[in-house]
């Protein structure tokens, strides 16, 4: 007779603990975006609260997730690419020329950027495997090269505007989507390239690869990972997405000298607040995708409020600093 | 006879202790390269005029300064990412407080120095207490410094005094003071490395932290005074960037790159990203080949654009020069 009393109630408890632990498992940077998110949503809820202003949020932020995910699979390497903010600044200068106000050059436009990605990532990758020069160096000359070579080919200022079909990428809707009304391009290609890196980083052996890497490299070494391969390929992986995200930043940022600056710290920053350990072994591309939303969402927060810049600087450092150190005690915890 | 050859043993033992790091070759070379250069193409100052030779020096004078502070913490396994920033708010706290007045000094040198120990403290204390990645750590504080500066000052504030002028422009003899005040800071930062106990825990954090905690070094602490003295050298050279300019500019650190420049020069001296190995004369070596190229950029009247594109082709060259003979693999 006990039993027949005690067991639905063993198997309540044991659905609550089940969900407890659920709850416990989800990475903190999901609860911290849907906290900001919500905050957001209250303080205007026109916007926030709307499928459009959902979409136009996602527009916003898909640029730097998309960097995002490229740093990320580098940092799970074990290494750096700081290269990225001078890529995204590169992408718009130089399209500025190549375009020379003509729609019909936009896409060789587009595939010369995207091969410049390419070059710049083999580059990248050559130098630290074969020269064995760290990938912060590394990284920290090719931002200087390619902002300095960007700049030389412009002649130090944007050289005519960036065409609306160029544009497009980063700034268009497809129109009356059933259920969610628009949906920008930008957030396509966010799910295709996420889509794409999700499964390589986390069905193949090459993602799998990355993460020995970045965990031991002499071990990775051992057990036959082609190290220098896998490395090359991560790097090209890493410039070609910064490329992309560059191509949808300029959809909607102006075009100026200083589009790109600062957004290899962005999107380190992204990732760290999606859980990845900077010296690598350890990553997760969704939640890397949620930290670039989540760095996003806090912008848009502090200019809900109508913060000046110099606050919003100052409130977004605080609350990296907070949010990382929250990832990484709840890490210790866990432990 | 014999205290002959006792001394001639005694000499070459001391020949052999200085270990000459591998990045002033480096240096050597790019400074006959960039000599010959200005020899075809310019007027070859580099070469006969020593005056330019003492002003490769000046010009390393601020970003050798904070690189000493950045090689500390780097040894430490650590990096320091908000010394660009606290550069800036050196450089405008201090000509704001001393507002031309030479009685004003003393407060103002006060001043800057407590708000770049705040910095610091706050820098180790979220990296030890709140186990925050230093990059992002740094990071942080680097955005809150900025916020902080950019909510206050816009533009050139107060000025400094004729006096405090004296630290960017003096002259003891025919050799500036701020190449002695240079000097001064690398050997204290050689002697803090190599002579005290401090230095061998900073070695030992940095190489192995676990370890070293388990053997008794207070790793929160010796990584938190790392950090202090690192931002403490950042104000040191925010002071004589101010007074070489004579009225601080919130704009003087980022536009500097004090941040990622002294990182680079840090890691061309020698020094492990990872930590635990390394010390200040490398990075001495790799700051003064910043100087170099600067001087060689200028005298041949490079485009700014290509001296940026130069300059980070020969970072990566620097380090590769000794990481290509290196088996193990690099990350």
Redesign the interface.
């Known amino acids: 007779m006990t039993e027949s009393i005690s067991t639905p109630q063993t198997g309540f408890s044991k659905l609550l603990r089940s969900i407890w632990a659920g709850i416990k498992k989800t990475p903190p940077v999901y609860p911290i975006f849907f906290i900001i998110f919500i905050i957001l949503g209250l303080l205007n809820p026109n916007k926030y609260q709307s499928m459009n202003g959902v979409m136009t949020f996602l527009r916003t932020a898909a640029p730097l997730a998309v960097l995002a995910i490229g740093e990320m699979l580098v940092l799970a390497l074990g290494g750096f690419d700081l290269s990225v903010g001078a890529i995204v600044t590169f992408v718009v200068l130089v399209s500025s020329k190549l375009l020379a106000n003509d729609p019909a050059n936009a896409y060789p436009a587009i595939m010369i950027m995207l091969g410049s990605g390419l070059v710049i990532g083999l580059v990248n990758g050559l130098i630290v495997s074969y020269l064995k020069v760290p990938s912060f160096i590394t990284t920290l000359g090719m931002m200087l090269l390619v902002r300095g070579g960007a700049l030389y080919y412009v002649g130090g200022a944007p050289q005519g505007y960036l065409t609306d079909n160029w544009r497009a990428f980063g700034r268009n809707y497809i129109e009356n989507v059933p259920l969610f009304g628009r949906v920008p391009y930008a957030f396509i290609i966010l799910i295709v390239i996420g889509a794409l890196a999700y499964f390589l980083f986390h069905r193949t052996h090459f993602g799998k690869q990355i993460l020995t890497i970045g965990d031991n490299v002499r071990a990775a070494q051992f057990s036959g990972v082609r190290v220098k391969l896998v490395r090359v390929l991560t790097f090209i992986l890493c410039s070609v997405f910064a490329i992309i995200g560059g191509i949808l930043l300029g959809g909607f940022g102006g075009v100026n000298v200083t589009i790109g600056e600062g957004m290899e710290m962005q999107a380190i920053a992204a990732c760290v607040v999606g859980g990845v350990l900077l010296g690598g072994g350890k990553g997760n591309i969704l939640n890397a995708i949620f930290g670039a939303f989540t760095l996003q969402a806090i912008v848009n927060l502090l200019n809900l409020l109508g913060l000046p810049k110099p606050y919003t600087d100052a409130v977004q450092g605080l609350i990296i600093i907070g949010a990382v150190a929250y990832v990484g005690i709840s890490s210790l915890r866990k432990r | 006879m014999t205290t002959a050859t006792v001394t001639a043993n005694g000499f070459r033992r001391v020949l052999r202790s200085i270990h000459i790091p591998p990045v002033y070759f480096f240096l050597i070379l790019i400074f006959i390269a960039g000599g010959l250069l200005d020899q075809v193409f310019a007027d070859g100052q580099i070469f006969s005029n020593p005056a330019i030779m003492l002003n490769i020096v000046v010009r390393s004078v601020a970003l050798g300064i904070v690189a000493v502070g950045q090689s500390l913490v780097i040894i430490g396994a650590s990096i320091d990412?908000s010394v660009a920033y606290t550069i800036s708010i050196t450089a405008v706290m201090s000509s704001y407080i001393m507002v031309g007045k030479t009685e004003n000094v003393p407060m103002a040198i006060l001043g800057v120095f407590g708000i770049g120990a705040l910095i610091g403290l706050a820098n180790g204390l979220?990296i030890t207490k709140?186990?925050?990645?230093p990059?992002?750590?740094t990071?942080?504080?680097?955005?809150?410094v900025?916020?902080?500066?950019?909510?206050s000052f816009s533009n050139y504030t107060g000025s400094v005094p004729k006096s405090f002028e004296y630290f960017g422009y003096g002259k003891i003899g025919p050799i500036p003071v701020s190449i002695f005040i240079l000097v001064i800071i690398v050997m204290g930062g050689w002697f803090l490395l190599a002579r005290t106990k401090f230095g061998s825990h900073l070695y030992g954090v940095g190489g192995n932290s676990e370890v070293a905690r388990l053997s008794g070094v207070r790793t929160d602490r010796v990584l938190i005074i790392a950090h202090v003295i690192c931002s403490m050298t950042a104000v040191l050279a925010g002071l004589f960037l101010v007074s070489q300019m004579r009225s601080g500019a919130p704009w003087v650190g980022p536009n500097g790159v004090y941040d990622?420049n002294s990182?680079?020069t840090t890691?061309?001296g020698g020094t492990a990203?990872a930590g635990g190995k390394g010390g200040v004369w490398g990075t001495l070596g790799g700051v003064l080949i910043f100087g170099v190229l600067e001087t060689v950029f200028n005298q041949l009247g490079v485009?700014p654009?290509?001296?940026?594109?130069?300059?980070?082709?020969?970072?990566?060259l620097a380090?590769?020069s000794y990481?290509?003979r290196?088996k193990?693999?690099?990350?």
């Open positions: 990412l979220i709140l186990h925050v990645n990059f992002i750590a990071l942080g504080t680097s955005l809150i900025k916020g902080i500066i950019n909510a990622l990182i680079a890691v061309i990203l485009n654009y290509i001296k940026t594109f130069l300059q980070g082709a020969i970072i990566v380090v590769a990481t290509i290196s193990k693999e690099a990350a």
